[in-house]
């Protein structure tokens, strides 16, 4: 799952970073230090992990973390809640300016795509440091290349990967009985159903992800998006489907495409009411959490596109001028530990798939996984489909500028 | 008479006292210039028309005048000047209208706030608010809430509480208009035997020509303007202007 | 004359400790709207962060929210506030309302909102309770009764939550003005009741709930936790997309967010220009109105028809709080249910621990900040009767000037400042924050009460011998208990409410009820919303109640009787 938003951004930001000479040398360089340094310089530290923290779950999560790492390492982690990781950018971009090149307020930052490009391309972040880590190399990253190139920029050793996100939608089986296979059977479905579906206002990531998942679907040339967002000719032919999509779609939607939810779990709530039949969501067990939880009723069932969706990874990175950041390295190993990505996977708890390599793991290591309880509304893995790639974040700018012009106004 | 003459003098004296308000758009006169002395025991009469400034001549003499006014001259108690001392250190006792008992005191509360602090120990003070109290024959109000009590009551014990501060002088602001006829007489002779018994210069500021007579000492008429009239101070009260 | 110590300088540093901040704010806001931001790279003056401002997508459709909801708000919380007074005056209803304005008061914008929603929503209270009996609706209606286009449901929000202050402020004016009188000598005259008030009161009151008429309407212009709530995202009213541009990880946002910000300045200054306009238009009309003569009828009418739109909104209010209180102990509720399927106190029990720490963080900083405000506006108003000065309405103003100007248009500039400095995310710039907010309140709220207290008493106890030390503590704080626990309260109210403050100034290491209630708004677990709003609501509720349950100073100082100070 990642927690961002997708503002008009990289280029702009490249291009005003180089014309206003910011972009400095990186602050910290390649870790060199070894793990028992390491550990023995994060003991009594404070972590100040600044992550997304509009979920119970998750927040829940985060919270045994902090007990998991008081424990083992003696280092007190403290969940800055965000509502938007943005915000945490936005605060180290702002303390840079202040001249603030050492005891940072944030250690440890949630991260994925856009933000992380932009952290990376300003020399905003520690590291490299994941070779560091031990588990580290427990990362499958054979199967699960995105732990490796998020949105299409190569991870460097800045940030380590945490969790895996799939799209995938909801919908509660009193009310639908057949659901569409992939973006043209959601129009089609949309038309038979009017006011039944939407989606989270972009640049909310749910939402970004499903004009992505439209945007892929609908090219003539998928390869072309992981590149650069080309020039405005090329821009307008390649996204020309997608706006005649969503003009189609827009009318047929809750309200008739005039509002749009907040967020996902805006729209979960939107699913359990009956103010819609659809819901999408990032986490695969999201569904069968939710049931658990009383959140959704317990027809509600997970289904995705015949072609795939969109999935990604999401990290965890360190600031350049972290106050601590030996503590946000052990934290961040701990999040890679088959301990910690077990409980995460766990659909009690939070569901989020993992990043590891069962093929890497000793028997009983393994077996933390294979124990865990599938919920009733998951889709076992072979039945998630294939993963369709993020395209390049410039891309994402673009769309997300456009579709504010287009249809929020 | 010089002020130095006045100064050996016991009592309250005023020497050309005068109050003006300085307002952006000129000086206002408020009143004055008064020169008077008040001999211990005795009750000097200040009456003049609403507004003539009486009120602010008493403010002048305890220290509380308002900031906005300017007063010159000089006040002087037992020989002593205190024109430039804070109020607190004056020990001039005043008596309003209203009683103006603290509404979250009791009465001996209101009579203990009154009472110098060199007074030491719970007993001895005790000893002393209750004395005063049963000389007033209102032993029994004590412990009451003040607001319970009748407005002659709460005269009295307002009287009282400014008696126990141990005043060198007793300024009366229209202390009897408010109570009816009655009552009004009985005060004011409360009021004037406790003042004589301890021989406290007394001024008192009344619009009522029966206060004055009551009071029998001299008079000092102010006009409208602030002046003092020629009927003036009589006795050992001084003439305007300050000349014998 | 006498005695200048500390208590003399502590207007100043009162002042310095507001308009500093504000002012510094305000420039560190109007520079990069102009380009000039040296830290990024902008070291010369241009129009282009405006150019970049008129070009983004729905600035028009901002801004027509803003001024729709600003306007329609402010004007409907007075109508209904003059109406309600002009046709119950003097009646038992008026005391009974006047009674539950201080609660209202209390209750936190963010809490009302946050329920009003629920209740109002197509799937929400309201439309459960007729759902389907009466409506036939198995599923909500697809209409837009919240986040509507035309922020109707940011407008009722913001009625519901101003219409109290505008009364009290109202009911507070008519004291000064003796409007029994006045009434009394016009319906003498044959006046109806209602034309009465409007002919011989009104003209008076008005002049004296002008500033609380423009924080008003200032606040509804620029309000941007309410409006997260209740109004439309695409796009959202000019305040909440400023702190969206503000939050940008594109850094040249900022110079537009900056301009962003001083364009939602210039809007609450012309906001309040144009009201001031309607104001000379409406005394001319009034003039020739009043000179007219008719007397109007006898307001049978009106008194029911104002009376029940006062009461919905008090009643619409007290559901709000309901619906936050039910959510919080259910555990199902579907639509169209009307009330939960299930109780429980399992959602209570969870938050437990993270609701008990943001409770002490949120209650810390409202007792901190409003102790800190009593002790300076005390110490303001002490040194103001010591010297015998008079604050003139020009210094009244300045008090307003935290409640007059957004709050988006100068918190980034004080955030820089802030973080230049290094008290970024600390207790002292978070108390300082809510400081600017808490102390306007506390001086209005005491000042009235503390100049009314008859001098008189405080010139009997210095000719007493007592010190004026020994007089405040002694003689004014005890007689002035009761208003200063009330202004205790109405700080502490003021601070829990915070959004914005909090925000900023605590960098996200403070998290209070009102940041944790608006950030789950977004979309989180409407259980876990009951439990944060409600205690948001509750707190406030409670100082009220503390303050109100003081017995009398009496039974207190009885037992200090006989001891001296």
Partial sequence: MIRRRMPLF????????????????????????????????????????????????????????????????????????????????????????????????????????????????????????????????????????????????????????????????????????????????????????????????????????FLKQVLTELATDPAVLQKPAPDDAQFEAVTARLWSYLDALHPQLWRGGDAFPASNPAQRQMLDDGVVDMSLSFNPAEASSAIANNLLPDTVRTFVFDKGTIGNTHFVAIPFNANAAEGAMVVADFLMSPKAQAVKQNPEAWGDPTVLSMAKLDPGQRHLFESLPQGIATLPPDKLGPTLLEPHPTWMTRIEAEWQRRYAR | MSVIELATGQGLTLSQVEIVHPAPGGVRHIIGPVSLSVPPGEVVTVMGPSGCGKSSLLAMICGTLDAALEGSGRVLLNGADVSDKPPETRHVGILFQDDLLFPHLSVAGNLAFGLPAAVKGRRARRARIEAALAEADMLAFYDRDPTTLSGGQRARIALLRTLLSEPRALLLDEPFAKLDVALRAKFRSFVFEHARAQALPTLLVTHDPQDAADAGGPRLQIDADGRVLGGRASGRGHRPGGTP | ????????????????????????????????????????????????????????????????????????????????????????????????????????????????????????????????????????????????????????????????????????????????????????????????????????????????????????????????????????????????????????????????????????????????????????????????????????????????????????????????????????????????????????????????PHAASVAGTTLATGLLAAAIALLLVLGCLENEQRRGLTLSNRALWLLYVPLLVPQVAFLFGTQVLAIQTGIDATWLALVWSHLLFVLPYVFLTLGDSYRALDERYARTALCLGAHPNRVFWQVKLPMLLRPVLFALAVGFAVSVAQYLPTLFAGGGRFVTLTTEAVGLAAGGDRRVIGVYAFLQALLPLIAFAAALAVPKPLALARKLTVQPA
């Fill in chain 3, 1 to 352: 004359m006498r005695r200048r110590g500390l208590l003399s300088v502590l207007p100043a540093l009162t002042l310095t400790l507001f308009l500093a901040p504000v002012i510094a704010g305000l420039i560190g806001t109007w520079l990069p709207a102009f380009g000039y931001l040296p830290a990024l790279g902008g070291d010369s003056f241009t129009l282009a962060p405006w150019a970049m401002l008129a070009a983004q997508p729905g600035l028009g459709e901002s801004l027509r929210l803003t001024l729709l909801s600003g306007f329609l708000a402010t004007f409907l919380a007075f109508a209904l506030t003059v109406g309600f007074l002009a046709a119950c005056h003097g009646g038992r209803l008026v005391r009974a309302v006047r009674g539950l304005m201080a609660p209202l008061i209390a209750l936190p914008h963010a809490a009302v909102a946050l329920g009003l929603a629920f209740l109002i929503a197509p799937s929400g209270w309201l439309v459960r309770l007729v759902s389907p009996w009466a409506t036939g609706w198995q599923l909500p209606p697809d209409i837009a009764t919240v986040q509507d286009p035309n922020a109707l449901a940011l407008t009722l929000g913001l009625v519901v939550k101003e219409m109290p202050f505008l009364l009290l402020m109202t009911l507070a004016a008519l004291e000064q003005v003796r409007a029994d009188e006045r009434l009394a000598v016009a319906r003498s005259l044959g006046y109806g009741p209602v034309t009465a008030w409007l002919k011989a009161v009104l003209p008076a009151v008005y002049r004296q709930i002008r500033l609380p008429l423009y924080a008003v309407l200032a606040y509804a212009l620029s309000v941007v936790d309410v409006a997260l709530i209740l109004a439309p995202l695409t796009p959202p009213p000019l305040a909440v997309q400023v702190l969206r541009w503000f939050n940008d990880p594109d850094l040249s946002m900022r110079f537009v967010a900056a301009a962003g910000a001083c364009l939602q300045l210039l809007v609450v200054v012309a906001g309040i220009g144009l009201w001031r306009l309607g104001e000379i238009l409406a005394e001319r009309l009034g003039r020739a109105w009043i000179a007219g003569g008719s007397r109007g009828g006898n307001g049978r009418l009106a008194r029911p028809l104002a009376a029940g739109l006062v009461q919905g909104l008090v009643a619409l209010a007290a559901a709000s709080l309901l619906a936050l209180a039910l959510w919080s102990v259910t555990e199902r509720w579907r639509f169209p249910d009307a009330l939960p399927a299930s109780l429980g106190l399992e959602t209570w029990a969870r938050q437990a």
């Fill in chain 1, 10 to 209: 990289s280029m702009l930001i490249a291009a005003l970073a180089t014309a206003l000479g910011l972009s400095g040398p990186a602050e910290g360089g390649t870790e060199t230090r070894t793990w028992p340094e390491i550990v023995a310089a994060a003991k009594g530290q404070t972590v100040y992990w600044n992550a997304w923290g509009g979920d119970e779950r998750i927040n829940a999560y985060i919270a045994w973390v902090g007990d998991q790492v008081r424990e083992r390492y003696d280092v007190t982690l403290v969940h800055v809640k965000l509502a938007d990781t943005a915000d945490a950018v936005s605060r180290v971009l702002a303390e840079r300016a202040a001249g603030k090149k050492e005891g940072g307020s944030v250690d440890l930052i949630w991260i994925n795509g856009e933000n992380f490009a932009a952290m990376k391309q300003q020399h905003l972040l520690y590291g490299p440091f994941t070779q560091v880590l031990p588990n580290f190399h427990l990362v499958d990253f054979a199967d699960k290349p995105s732990t490796l190139v998020d949105f299409t920029v190569p991870t460097d050793g800045l940030e380590a990967p945490w969790g895996m996100a799939k799209l995938n939608f909801l919908y509660d089986t009193a009310r639908v009985t057949e659901t569409p296979g992939s973006i043209p059977a959601l129009l089609d479905w949309a038309k038979a159903h009017p006011g039944r579906f939407t989606y989270p206002a972009p640049p909310n990531f749910i939402g970004s992800t």
